[in-house]
């Protein structure tokens, strides 16, 4: 019902319009071509607001907000990934590069509104512009923090930002790590400073660098100088490029009211890697938040340390689900280890959603294959995995009241 009167609102405006309406999804080329301008300014109103609010407070489970980033081709692999991750509690922010084509996005835009499920909770995005992103470079970290204002824009009210790549894939269900997070502080942040020591090894991090894809239209490689400099008024830290950062956090990377991050993301844009470094020194140089990290990022993770990174296989498959990780990556498209994660650890079925507490569907219209009424979206129902990260982060956070700041954590000098 609900979706016929998301349909009927935009009734009145051009017929392209309707096909993306339960989406919401913003194309730049083709308000281009009805604007005649170059570049029309986002309104938030374009993007869509989630239909139904979950219930949040005290021993309700948090909300996530996560964003899917990729660049040409990735399309299928993020639904996927989306799939996997899926749940109407959550918040949805899809994005691709200009690597991809506008047939590419529109197309991206299309899969998300053929799933009724994703229309019926309202909670997926998908950002039709593109622009060029390099991932050594500062444009990737210019991305994150727009990804992060754009979900803070669309609706506030979530308590974890979770970027992940189009190679990433889940290794627990979200009714799991919904519960596993539902006990934490919900101003903690996963920066990992020890699982990645390459940062400091590669010895660029004083070196100055150009990311081109700053200005230029499509995705090109960064430019180092032979010029390095070294900061005295702040020290830098660093460590694994993947994080998990809270709401109070975010809003204070993205508002600016202390000068520190404004200052910081104009030094690390010249940077190589600052996704290894940014959010890491920023915690660590603020009074207020230095005491709200803990070292680890949660992911399976081989860290990049050739141009071509290593790619996970089921070669790895025992090591990968053993652990404690909630996601890995990076693993290509169709990997059969990706199917071997479905059936064992997730129970999702090609193609369909994971199921979890919210998904038992009461279907009151028998014969039409819609379902108008959802089981409850504000309970979890956790199995052994996310029992047992539940318990694995109590510990960890018990242990953190000894070592409130966890910045030092480093190796190396
Ligand atoms: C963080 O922890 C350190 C060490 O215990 C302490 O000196 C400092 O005051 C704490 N900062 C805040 C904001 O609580
Ligand atoms: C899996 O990856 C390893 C390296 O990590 C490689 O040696 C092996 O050949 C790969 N196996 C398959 C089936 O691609």
Known sequence: MRISKVYSWFYGYYPWMVVFATTLVLFGSLSKSNNNQDEVPLKASKFQKPLRLPNKGYGYPPVLAYWISGSKGDSNKMVRLLKAIYHPRNQYLLQLDSGSSDYERENLGLLIES???????????????????????SSALAATLHAAALL????????????????????????????????????????????????????????IVVDPNLYYKSNTPINYDVE????????????????????????????????????????????????????????????????TTLSNDLR?????????????????????????????????????????????????????FVPGS??????????????????????????????KLASLLTKLVEERRHNPSQCHQQHGP
């Not at 930002?161 to 942040?189: C, E, G, K, V």
Request: charged share 20%; net charge negative; with cysteine.
């Open 115 to 137: 799933e009724t499920v994703l229309q019926t909770f309202g909670n997926v995005n998908v950002e039709g512009r593109s622009y060029a992103v390099n991932k050594m470079g």
């Open 152 to 207: 803070l824009k669309i609706n506030s009210d979530w308590d974890w930002f979770i970027p992940l790549s189009a190679s990433s894939y889940p290794l627990m269900n979200q009714d799991d790590l919904l519960h596993a997070f539902t006990f934490l502080p919900r101003d903690l942040n996963f920066i990992d400073y020890t699982s990645n020591p390459g940062w400091k090894q590669r010895g660029e991090i004083n070196r």
């Open 228 to 291: 390095t400099r070294k900061p005295d008024a702040f020290e830098i830290f660093g460590g694994s490029p993947w994080v998990i950062l809270s709401r109070p956090f975010m809003e204070f990377c993205i508002y600016g009211w202390d000068n520190i991050p404004r200052k910081l993301l104009m030094y690390f844009t010249n940077v190589a890697y600052p996704l290894e470094t940014y959010f890491h020194t920023v915690i660590c140089n603020s009074f207020e938040f230095q005491n």
């Open 300 to 352: 399976y993770d081989i860290i990049p340390k050739s141009p071509k990174p290593k790619i996970l296989n089921t070669s790895k498959y025992g090591e990968i689900v053993a652990g404690e990780s909630v996601f890995a990556q990076p693993i290509q498209e169709d990997d059969p280890l990706l199917n071997m994660i479905d059936e064992d650890v997730l129970h999702r079925m090609p193609d369909n």
């Open 358 to 387: 919210w998904s038992s569907c009461q279907v009151i219209n028998q014969g039409e294959d819609l379902c108008y009424r959802w089981a409850d979206i504000d309970t979890v129902k956790p199995g052994s995995k996310g029992i």
